[in-house]
């Protein structure tokens, strides 16, 4: 079957928009059928085979479609009746066996394992060249399948028949004039089966029930297009070689890249030059921040500067000095007067003393005199009130005392003070006639101390003027330094501004050397291409008929594919074009016995792989339904065999051939299936060859014929 349907298929590229090289593609399938019938796309298995083959023979294909082997047999007459047939060896047949076939309608009967099965297959190879059974069982060696196993030997059957000229010929096979005389259980089962299954397999219904499932199978496995994963098309050297053409493109671009970043250094050279300073070039910008061997550069010089110690500040001040001198004097004098008033007070002060004594006392004897140890409640007058008392009136005196001291600590703070400041200025000018006044475990700063700075010294100036001299070089000093520091600071705002302007010089030169290095790495490979590639390039024209070769192989097969896929397609349209109304007629037969609500009205066939079959009944005329869903099993079983009988009658089959149809149609169907064969008119002039092992049902077909008939079958 799919050889056959093959066939056909190569007629249709008979045609002037069918390419040399596709028909070349479709001939070495041909040539090659049964191998590559037998490969898959799993691992990509076929479409391998089919390139070696292809590579190894391009050369010597043949790009013209011969006619089918039937169109160039002598007897192209079509038969009118079989007359006899000669099986044996062959299948379930191990000696030859003769049978007669000159009635009209003729009936095998046998239980199972008789051989019916094997005379329905030698009619079948005899009428079509093939057994679609074989085909299913994978047998591609068909005469292993036909062997008969007890003889171990095969013998092709001997068919003879009428000719429209009443001659008697022997029949040759022509699959073209005759598929659609057989009638097979199989498929009937296979068209039932499909229906019950999933949406995307009903559209395999027609092909199935035509037989035409292997030839779909076939087609399927052809893998959709050849690419670089089953085929060079570029060449191994001429791939190299383009992968090292686009290197040298990306030298190309590099050098149009490298130029352009080159442009670009020069105008941010240019920028950062005279943002720097108006008037001078890059170069002189890197010689004056960054220097050279012979001269140094701002940053190294403004470093080194940087670096050289600041003097330590005194922190010494001439006002500070004079408050501290002021204030020395005015505490001391203040001091004077107010000893010399407590001095005078001086009897009031030790009572004052007595009565803090006394109040410091009740804490511990709160209840007795601490004095006579007398209770409180006995003596005249009660101490510690008493002194409470006292103590007020003494109030002020305790004020001053308390004064006195604190201006006695002051004193010997300022005091301390000024020996610092003494000893500050010792420690920067030496020798100095201070020295003597420096404080140390012989000499104090106290009164005596202080008197002595302000008497005149052997140079006729007191210490205290010396210190007043020595304290304003220091504060001239600090000064010095506070403005060399704050010139230390501009210096290092300065430098981190040339540090960062350093950097984008060595950024920008960094970048120009790299520029640089690329464009001359880009030449030299453009340069040297040729000279390094040339036996490349040699290699890749000796390779270039072989990828020319691919090429046409690749384009061609691509084509083929699609061209055998929409011939696939195409198949079921073919094949049930126009026999709606003949299925509607034969179905409503087959179903006699029905309601009305349940006979067809309208049956619509898919004429594509995206349609699906639909009905509708004579009640509702204008709804359709899937029959797949509204039908039983035994009512799908009678439509496939209605699609079968229609295309019978649409191609004026001269034979009808029944294998064993009792296993294919329920009981309920049976009667009406006989009445519309053997009582209506549908069939009358055909030869009807049908095999049963149903004894019931031999017995009613007989019932049913005339006598004459019944006597002659």
Not at 171 to 187: G, M, S
Not at 413 to 432: G, H, K, M, Y
Request: hydrophobic share 40%; glycine share 4%.
């Amino acid at each position: 079957m799919v050889r056959s349907e093959y066939l056909r298929f190569l007629q249709t590229l008979n045609s002037e928009t069918i390419s040399k090289n596709e028909r070349k593609i479709a001939n070495l399938i041909l040539l090659n059928l049964d191998h590559l019938a037998s490969l898959g796309t799993h691992q990509g298995q076929r479409i391998k085979a089919i390139i070696q083959l292809a590579q190894d023979d391009w050369d010597t294909l043949s790009c013209t479609i011969q006619p089918p082997v039937e169109n160039l047999t002598s007897n192209k007459s079509p038969i009118t009746q079989l007359k006899s047939l000669k099986v044996g060896p062959f299948r379930g047949f191990a000696r030859e066996e003769s049978f007669d076939l000159t009635n009209n309608l003729v009936l095998i009967y046998g239980s199972n394992g008789t051989g019916k099965s094997s005379f329905c297959e030698a009619l079948e190879y005899s009428l079509l060249g093939n057994v679609a059974e074989a085909e299913s069982k994978r047998f591609r060696d068909q005469e292993k399948y036909f062997r008969n196993i007890y003889v171990d030997h095969f013998s092709a059957p001997v068919l003879t028949g009428l000719n429209v000229d009443e001659e008697e010929i022997t029949i040759d096979a022509d699959d073209a004039l005759h598929r659609f005389c057989f009638v097979e259980r199989n498929r009937i089962d296979n068209f039932s089966r499909i229906a019950a299954q999933m949406p995307a397999k009903q559209t395999e219904l027609i092909s199935t029930l035509f037989g035409l499932d292997s030839f779909s199978n076939f087609v399927r496995k052809f893998t959709t297009e050849i690419d670089f994963r089953y085929i060079d098309l570029i060449g191994k050297k001429a791939e190299l070689l383009a992968q090292k053409r686009q290197a040298l493109e990306g030298a190309r671009q590099q050098i149009e890249i490298n130029h352009a970043t080159l442009i670009d250094i020069n105008n941010n050279e240019q920028a950062l030059a005279s943002e720097y300073r108006e008037g001078i070039d890059f170069n002189q910008l890197l010689l004056e921040v960054q220097g050279n061997n012979e001269n140094i550069g701002l940053i190294s010089k403004i470093e080194y500067e940087i670096q050289q110690p600041l003097a330590i500040k005194s922190s010494l001040s001439l006002v500070t000095l004079d408050e501290l001198g002021i204030n020395i004097v005015n505490h001391i004098n203040e001091y004077s007067t107010l000893y010399q008033e407590l001095v005078d007070a001086s009897q009031q002060v030790s009572f004052k003393n007595l009565y803090d004594a006394v109040i410091q006392v009740q804490k511990n004897s709160p209840s007795i005199c601490p004095a006579c140890k007398t209770p409180l409640q006995q003596v005249v007058l009660n101490p510690f009130i008493h002194s409470t008392e006292e103590l007020q009136k003494l109030q002020y005196l305790a004020d001053q005392q308390t004064k006195l001291q604190l201006l006695e600590r002051n004193i010997k703070q300022e005091l301390l003070s000024l020996a610092q400041i003494i000893s500050t200025c010792c420690s920067r000018f030496s020798p100095n006639s201070l020295t003597q006044y420096q404080v140390s475990p012989s000499i104090q700063e106290n009164l005596e101390w202080w008197n002595g700075l302000q008497k005149p010294m052997s140079d006729g100036f007191s210490a205290w003027q010396h210190l007043h001299s020595q304290v304003k070089q220091l504060e001239d000093s600090d000064k010095r330094i506070d403005q060399a520091a704050q010139l230390r600071s501009e210096k290092q705002a300065k430098l981190n501004y040339l540090r960062n302007l350093s950097r984008d010089i060595t950024l920008l030169i960094t970048r120009r050397q790299i520029a640089n290095k690329s464009l001359l790495n880009a030449q030299q490979i453009i340069n040297n291409f040729d000279t390094e590639n040339a036996q490349l390039i040699i290699d890749v024209q000796a390779e270039s008929p072989k990828i020319q070769k691919n090429h046409s192989i690749s384009e061609a097969y691509n084509k083929f594919v699609i061209l055998l896929n929409a011939y696939n397609n195409k198949l079921p349209k073919l094949l049930v074009a126009d026999l709606s109304e003949q299925v509607v007629e034969l179905y409503n037969s087959f179903n006699r016995n029905d309601l009305p609500s349940e006979l067809l009205a309208t049956v619509k066939l898919p004429l594509s792989q995206n349609q699906r079959l639909e009905i509708s009944f004579q009640n509702t005329p204008n709804q359709f339904y899937d029959p797949l869903h509204v039908l039983s099993e035994g009512h799908i079983r009678c439509m496939g065999l209605s699609i079968l009988l229609a295309k019978n009658l649409k191609e004026n089959c001269p034979l009808l051939i029944f294998d064993d149809p009792v296993n294919a149609i329920d009981d309920d169907h049976r009667e009406s299936i006989r009445r519309t064969l053997f009582e209506d008119q549908l069939f009358a002039g055909k030869q009807i060859i049908l095999t049963c092992h149903g004894e019931e049902f031999f017995k009613d077909i007989q019932n049913l014929l005339p006598a004459q008939v019944a006597a002659d079958a």
